[in-house]
């Protein structure tokens, strides 16, 4: 079992959610092809694991801010899906909610392509697990791993706002 950390500064993990979160879109942003040259293209790649690394911290951050909101303590670790389960189940329950009104979408299934599927958060999650791991440390690995947590993290934060509505204005 990871190591708990007691804290009451949920204002700075917010904040430095908000910072990697804010940096993982302006590379995206920034690094978006605008013509198809193989230097662009592999130049918009290794940026792309530059985004995820700072995507992935920054939810990691949140899951934290919130598990400080709740107890006053946060856990170790950098498992996206493990840190979700640690959270209230009422809080979990507000979060898979507002996902399945707001964000559901079919997508491909990963391994039968002519299968379509509804992920449901835990699916995302699990997919992503590692995701800020996998990412730091893609040089070493063979495969190249995916997720998707863009709309998930939105879910996250708006838990965050429901919880703490003042930090909506603090960024």
Known sequence: MAKKIQSQEYLIAFREAECFLNVAKMIKEKTFLKSFTQKEIAQSINFAYATHVNHAYAFELYLKCLMIIESGEYEQGHKLHDLFKLLSSTTRTNIENYFTSNFIYKRRHRLYGGIFEKPSI??????????????????????????????????????????????????
């Open 122 to 171: 835990y699916k995302l999650l699990e997919e992503a697990n590692t995701a800020f791991i996998d990412f730091r440390y893609l040089f070493s690995r063979k495969n190249l791993p995916t997720y998707e947590l863009d709309n998930v993290i939105e879910c996250v934060r708006h838990e965050i706002y429901r919880l703490k509505p003042e930090l909506k204005d603090i960024w």
